[in-house]
């Protein structure tokens, strides 16, 4: 993989298909006055302000970066990366991390409405106590493999998470699969009731007052195999649609090529919504712990 100047560059310890990106604090330095110039409100108001972001982090890198992780992404062998700042970067705030998140997806495509926070982004909290309706902020429930943007009738075609912050946890891994690492994607692959249409809905917090109906199951350009995928949203039909549910969510968690790894506060996931699954470990109980995700998906460029 070519050299990029202010990047380290390097497969993740745990797999070749996901694809470390680490910025150097000199990129970190030059950033902080083109960040400057706008204001979250700005971002949030003028979409166009978000593509300036992308350009100026782009233009450090020679203009490599935003070539680089497209081509990441839509290679089905790799499909995600991971950028890493340094934590312990005293210049590296929320803030700084909502626009660098902004500048790096801006650099893939346009990002998706997202209703849960009625703008382009979503920031959102896991602690001890929860009364929420969705496994997204249950602290202490494993949240099982799946894919974003299942009930939504956008183009999700990837996503990024960022960990803006984290205190007193242990547990909370990010969990990852690959579907051509899938033990049972022969089987599932063959079975047709996952090409059947399911319905998707969602709960109140989501503020989506729809539903959508697509299959489990489809097939790329290529013929392989995609998915759109989560356990707690289809609503199936008949007996024959809930017992595909439930061998396929078990075939999903029982998977021993699953990858578990830490990722570090002010890092961003990014991944091909389309063959990469992702979950999270259950965190250990503590009172005092917090986590604040950021969210961003949405759809490639058109050119």
Same mark, same amino acid.
């Given at each position: 993989?070519?050299?990029?100047?202010?990047?380290?560059?390097?497969?993740?310890?745990?797999?070749?298909?996901?694809?470390?990106?680490?910025?150097?604090?000199?990129?970190?330095?030059?950033?902080?006055?083109?960040?400057?110039?706008?204001?979250?409100?700005?971002?949030?108001?003028?979409?166009?302000?978000?593509?300036?972001?992308?350009?100026?982090?782009?233009?450090?890198?020679?203009?490599?970066?935003?070539?680089?992780?497209?081509?990441?992404?839509?290679?089905?062998?790799?499909?995600?990366?991971?950028?890493?700042?340094?934590?312990?970067?005293?210049?590296?705030?929320?803030?700084?991390?909502?626009?660098?998140?902004?500048?790096?997806?801006?650099?893939?495509?346009?990002?998706?409405?997202?209703?849960?926070?009625?703008?382009?982004?979503?920031?959102?909290?896991?602690?001890?106590?929860?009364?929420?309706?969705?496994?997204?902020?249950?602290?202490?429930?494993?949240?099982?493999?799946?894919?974003?943007?299942?009930?939504?009738?956008?183009?999700?075609?990837?996503?990024?998470?960022?960990?803006? $912050?984290? !205190? *007193?946890? +242990?547990? #909370?891994?990010?969990?990852?699969?690959?579907? @051509?690492?899938? &033990?049972?994607? =022969?089987?599932?692959?063959?079975?047709?009731?996952?090409?059947?249409?399911?319905?998707?809905?969602?709960?109140?917090?989501?503020?989506?007052?729809?539903?959508?109906?697509?299959?489990?199951?489809?097939?790329?350009?290529?013929?392989?195999?995609?998915?759109?995928?989560?356990?707690?949203?289809? $609503?199936? !039909? *008949?007996? +024959?649609? #809930?017992?595909?549910?439930?061998?396929?969510? @078990?075939?999903? &968690?029982?998977? =021993?090529?699953?990858?578990?790894?830490?990722?570090?506060?002010?890092?961003?996931?990014?991944?091909?919504?389309?063959?990469?699954?992702?979950?999270?470990?259950?965190?250990?109980?503590?009172?005092?712990?917090?986590?604040?995700?950021?969210?961003?998906?949405?759809?490639?460029?058109?050119?």
């Amino acid at each position: 993989m070519d050299k990029i100047s202010g990047l380290e560059i390097s497969n993740h310890k745990k797999s070749s298909r996901i694809i470390n990106i680490k910025i150097s604090d000199e990129i970190i330095d030059k950033l902080i006055f083109p960040f400057h110039k706008f204001d979250i409100v700005a971002l949030e108001y003028k979409p166009f302000t978000r593509f300036t972001l992308a350009k100026s982090l782009d233009d450090l890198t020679n203009n490599k970066l935003g070539k680089l992780i497209n081509s990441i992404l839509r290679d089905r062998s790799t499909g995600c990366f991971i950028i890493e700042t340094n934590e312990n970067n005293k210049k590296i705030d929320d803030i700084f991390l909502v626009k660098l998140s902004t500048a790096i997806s801006h650099l893939i495509g346009v990002p998706n409405y997202d209703s849960m926070a009625e703008k382009y982004y979503a920031r959102f909290h896991i602690k001890d106590e929860d009364q929420s309706d969705s496994y997204l902020r249950k602290a202490y429930t494993n949240m099982d493999l799946h894919t974003d943007g299942t009930y939504v009738d956008e183009t999700t075609d990837w996503l990024l998470m960022t960990k803006i $912050e984290e !205190k *007193n946890t +242990e547990g #909370g891994e990010t969990a990852l699969l690959h579907l @051509d690492d899938w &033990e049972h994607y =022969e089987e599932f692959s063959k079975d047709p009731v996952g090409k059947q249409n399911f319905t998707w809905g969602s709960p109140k917090s989501k503020n989506i007052d729809y539903k959508v109906e697509h299959p489990v199951f489809s097939n790329d350009k290529n013929g392989k195999l995609q998915i759109s995928y989560i356990d707690q949203f289809p $609503e199936p !039909k *008949n007996m +024959e649609q #809930g017992n595909f549910l439930q061998r396929l969510s @078990d075939a999903l &968690e029982e998977s =021993e090529n699953k990858i578990i790894t830490k990722i570090p506060t002010g890092s961003s996931i990014v991944a091909n919504n389309y063959f990469w699954l992702h979950g999270r470990k259950p965190f250990k109980k503590n009172k005092n712990l917090i986590r604040e995700l950021l969210r961003i998906r949405g759809s490639f460029s058109i050119n």
